[in-house]
């Protein structure tokens, strides 16, 4: 008897302890606001920026300091804009917010406009002969020891690096002494064939691939942010203020179909929601999920096939259009998406209802 009752004790005590801690952590949750992530409001940066008397670009933002060189090959060698002189160019008069040299095959007018959290630099590369002018065009900084540096959002842990990729046309490097700088393609032209670098030092973004017709002009329009702050998703984020991307996505997506009874979800014992369920339980689903996408399919056990012309030939319009229907009396305001792949041409091998496509 007392042998139970000191097993016992132990037990239950352990059981209390469970619940209690179980109840503290409802009360926290009760009582606190979860964490969010949210784009932050556009916020000018105080940097200075002035073109050089060699037509180079330089920038400042408290104890950082840079100086952006750019060269523009010729046939051969190369012209460059540096600090107090534009080498192999002959210089036009100029002004604080332009500067303008020539070669005797192309002209280059430098323009940049500020923005809150960038220098927007626009490069006019005017043709002055009557042949298409091949040409390579780049831009670098060398801002000492870095501890790390991107190219196209890949990080780099060697020296030396490349990266093409137009999605993400950018180099951010964040050097030893603090802070983060970053170079990002704007023109269409310049993404299209962008190349970020590092080499011997210098960190940059160019264009390899560019050819300009006779007599013609191509504006290339580059951007580049200074942060006191040194992550990469701050780079990233001002990036993305400047295109006007970085905004809150205002609900979800989720995929709902008009699926019979008996479907089931990842889990054995669940059905997916569908035709058989009401209005009500459809409702209490998009809202958990705060979709106001709604993506309808094919359904397969009915028959349905979601592979291009087979979508096209085992539709029925009528189970879709019924559901719909209670999708929106569910959520008034979802816009309804219909998924099938466009596959549309039918091979040999796509036999029967092309479920193989």
């Not at 964040?174 to 393609?185: E, F, K, T, V, Y």
């Not at 040194?230 to 179909?257: E, H, K, T």
């Not at 008009?258 to 339980?281: A, L, M, N, Q, W």
Request: hydrophobic letters at 40%; aromatic letters at 12%; a neutral charge.
């Amino acid at each position: 008897m007392n042998i139970t009752m000191t097993a016992g004790r132990p037990r239950l005590l352990c059981r209390l302890v469970f619940l209690l801690f179980w109840a503290l952590l409802a009360f926290v949750a009760r009582s606190s606001e979860l964490p969010f992530l949210y784009p932050e409001p556009v916020q000018a940066v105080p940097y200075q920026a002035r073109l050089a008397p060699g037509g180079a670009l330089e920038l400042s933002l408290g104890e950082q300091k840079y100086l952006l060189e750019s060269d523009f090959a010729m046939t051969p060698g190369w012209a460059s804009f540096g600090a107090t002189e534009a080498a192999n160019f002959q210089r036009s008069p100029g002004d604080d917010a332009a500067f303008t040299a020539e070669t005797a095959t192309f002209a280059v007018t430098r323009t940049i406009r500020r923005a809150d959290e960038a220098l927007i630099v626009t490069d006019t590369i005017k043709n002055l002969t009557a042949a298409n002018l091949p040409m390579m065009y780049r831009h670098k900084i060398k801002p000492g020891e870095v501890k790390e540096y991107r190219i196209c959002g890949y990080r780099i842990y060697s020296k030396r690096g490349n990266g093409t990729n137009s999605i993400n046309a950018s180099v951010i490097c964040m050097p030893q002494s603090g802070g983060s700088i970053g170079m990002l393609a704007l023109s269409d032209v310049f993404r299209a064939h962008f190349r970020g670098f590092a080499a011997q030092g210098y960190y940059g973004i160019g264009d390899d691939n560019l050819v300009i017709r006779p007599g013609a002009s191509q504006d290339m329009t580059f951007a580049v942010f200074l942060s006191a702050r040194d992550g990469y998703y701050d780079q990233i984020n001002a990036m993305r203020r400047l295109l006007g991307v970085n905004y809150v996505i205002p609900s979800g997506y989720a995929f709902l179909a008009p699926y019979p009874p008996g479907v089931k979800t990842f889990h054995p014992d669940y059905d997916r929601i569908g035709s058989g369920d009401s209005v009500e339980t459809i409702a209490e689903w998009l809202t958990c999920k705060s979709a106001d996408y709604v993506g309808d399919g094919a359904i397969k056990s009915l028959g349905e096939w979601s592979h291009g012309t087979a979508w096209v030939k085992s539709a029925r319009p009528d189970l879709h259009t019924a559901f719909h229907q209670k999708v929106r009396q569910a959520r008034p305001g979802a816009s309804i998406f219909h998924y099938f792949h466009c596959f549309l041409d039918e091979k040999s091998q796509m036999t029967g209802t092309y479920d193989d496509a």
